[in-house]
């Protein structure tokens, strides 16, 4: 799928092709053979070969997209792509140095900046995508947990459920003597994170971190423990946790293999929030300025070229390849092309489950960044009160909004995106109540939003 031509017409002239026979022309005839055009203005770039990380999951798609359309070479980019085995080794090649940049949890660059687990200076200049996950639980939870859950007209399930619906069932688990054992894929992810949220907005208790118990399970009322994504469905079969959070395909494989329910999605958690980002060090960007801004090019028109629907069914052929995310087609396009199935057989339309553009999705918004900053202080993996300016300062050397822009500006000027599309913005998106709760978040009152929380610690202003 890579370009093959560069110039837009090239023009053979039939006279040019000799008969075998006495050297005689064929008649005054051209073919035209039309090439893709590319109005790129290539950067003089530092480092060509690069070697980027991922893991299988949908939301990995901007990188196989902008390998596999050409959106790379188009900058004089030559990239191989690498699937990795968990977040941790993720995050351990960027820093050194064994990957020049990867598809990483959100919550990864922003921990290591704040000091929580390996600490590393890691910049992102490129958001992945909005949405993408959901919370599933096996059939035996959730045949126990529909009894509580309303239903609408055609008998079907209300969306979206809240964790009220599971409360009986975690009472009945503490009853019978059993810990109410959930997955999420890593400490500092948004899974980590919405599941929490979802599950104290009930008054469920999903366990507080601090420096002698780094599960965060002081006083759970469910013990939340990681698992790899690609092994959640296994590891839910089994037995060994009654329900996860985790992106697709692997919400969408436990209805496929007919083990577990989706529940909720992290849409209704929180609309169009933000999922992952791609990651370089601060040392690679800074030594590397004009590769970071091609890098960033590709990726957002990979995101533009995403968000046509007509290229949805596309993209889910080639990610199902299996040097990508490697799950069936069907599997995959049950949340990749507008709709995600819940109980079996209960297919709805959820035209933006996945967002890779649209609503300035490829933008490093401070406030994003912000708010796993809370997630962290109000869980305990920050274990001391911040100031306010402390939550703006510490984003502001993590996400990288100039160097997006200057991507986006070089882009408008190639007419790959209209102008309309650079958001005028100081990087902190409108105050909204769009949570499942209706919390309201502000980015520029941390503290505040912290504190309105019945669960989780809180802070003097």
């Not at 494989?253 to 929180?270: C, E, H, M, S």
């Not at 993209?315 to 079996?344: C, D, H, R, W």
């Not at 999705?361 to 911040?386: C, E, H, N, V």
């Not at 822009?405 to 105050?431: F, H, M, Q, R, S």
Request: aromatic content about 10%; charged content about 20%.
């Amino acid at each position: 799928m890579k370009h093959l031509f560069k110039k837009s017409t090239y023009i053979l002239p039939a006279a040019m092709l000799l008969f075998a026979c006495g050297g005689k022309t064929a008649k005054k005839e051209t073919t035209t053979v039309e090439a893709k055009t590319s109005t790129t203005k290539t950067l003089a770039i530092e480092k060509p070969q690069l070697t980027f990380g991922f893991i299988k999951l949908t939301d990995m798609a901007p990188l196989a997209i902008a390998k596999e359309k050409g959106f790379f070479e188009d900058e004089g980019l030559f990239v191989s792509v690498e699937a990795q085995s968990n977040w941790k080794n993720v995050l351990d090649r960027v820093i050194d140095g064994q990957l020049d940049g990867s598809h990483m949890l959100a919550g990864q660059p922003i921990a290591a900046g704040a000091g929580f687990g390996r600490q590393a200076k890691l910049v992102t200049a490129f958001s992945m995508d909005l949405n993408g996950n959901a919370i599933t639980v096996s059939n035996d939870v959730w045949s126990k947990m529909k009894p509580n859950v309303p239903v609408g007209g055609d008998g079907k399930p209300l969306h979206p459920i809240k964790a009220d619906a599971l409360k009986p069932v975690i009472t009945d688990y503490k009853n019978a003597g059993k810990a109410f054992k959930m997955g999420m894929v890593f400490p500092v992810s948004t899974h980590n994170y919405e599941i929490r949220y979802w599950l104290a907005a009930a008054g469920i208790h999903p366990g507080m971190y601090t420096a002698e118990n780094v599960q965060g399970q002081i006083d759970a009322e469910v013990l939340l423990s990681v698992t790899p994504p690609p092994q959640m469905p296994a590891t839910l079969e089994a037995g060994t946790i009654y329900g996860y959070c985790v992106g697709e395909p692997w919400n969408q494989q436990a209805v496929f293999k007919g083990i577990g329910v989706p529940v909720v999605t992290n849409y209704d958690i929180w609309k169009n929030n933000p999922e992952k980002v791609f990651v370089m060090t601060e040392k690679f960007v800074n030594e590397n300025p004009n590769t970071a801004i091609a890098v960033t090019k590709a990726l957002i028109r990979a995101g533009k070229w995403l968000d046509e629907p007509s290229n949805r069914k596309e993209a889910v052929e080639i990610l199902s390849m299996s040097q990508y995310v490697g799950a069936p087609v069907e599997v995959l396009a049950n949340s990749m092309t507008g709709t995600f199935e819940f109980e079996k057989g209960d297919k709805r339309n959820m035209e933006d489950f996945n967002v890779f553009y649209k609503y300035n999705a490829t933008y490093p918004f401070y406030s994003d960044g912000i708010w796993f900053l809370t997630q962290m202080r109000r869980w305990g993996q920050i274990p001391d009160a911040k100031t306010a300016d402390w939550y703006s300062s510490t984003i502001k050397d993590i996400y990288r909004p100039d160097i997006w822009k200057k991507a986006a500006d070089l882009l408008v000027e190639e007419g790959n995106i209209p102008a309309t599309d650079i958001p005028a913005t100081d990087g902190y998106k409108p105050a909204t109540a769009d949570f499942i709760d209706g919390t309201t978040y502000d980015a520029k009152d941390p503290i505040g939003y912290i504190n309105s929380f019945k669960i989780g610690n809180k802070d003097k202003k």
